[in-house]
């Protein structure tokens, strides 16, 4: 189908609201939310809109907030990417092409305290043997 500007953007918020507001878990709304943008991406003007329409009509307040709840936890996911690429990245600069295990041993590390603790183990250690998994 063939929506115009103003159609798609009221058509996500619609969607938005509809998916809070299922008796489903977080985990299915968190799939939902990421096939509806997937499938109804907007851009420029389009961004501005809907902002406009979840901000100013209440019944939208709720989808507000759940779009600064996904955007906090898309910032944190790719925070910790960037630790464990910047971590992999140091490994091998240090000393040399690391082996796979021990970059999906980096990859499974989540706690950014941890992440960043390795990241200066790194700079004092002998090896990669070295360092306080």
Do not use: C, H
């Not at 063939?2 to 489903?24: C, G, Q, T």
């Not at 509806?36 to 003007?45: C, D, F, I, K, S």
Request: hydrophobic content about 40%; glycine content about 4%.
């Amino acid at each position: 189908m063939d929506y115009n500007r103003r159609e798609r953007v009221r058509l996500k918020a619609d969607f938005l609201r509809l998916i809070l507001r299922s008796p489903v878990d977080p985990a299915r709304r968190s799939l939902l939310v990421e096939f509806v943008e997937t499938y109804l991406p907007l851009a420029g003007r389009e961004k501005t809109e809907f902002q406009q329409i979840v901000t100013a009509d209440q019944q939208y307040a709720e989808v507000e907030r759940m779009i600064t709840v996904y955007e906090k936890e898309g910032i944190e996911k790719g925070r910790q990417e960037g630790r464990q690429e910047a971590l992999i990245l140091q490994l091998e600069k240090r000393f040399g092409k690391v082996d796979d295990a021990v970059k999906r041993r980096v990859r499974r590390l989540r706690s950014a305290e941890r992440l960043d603790s390795l990241l200066l183990a790194v700079l004092d250690a002998k090896s990669v043997d070295d360092l306080p998994w």
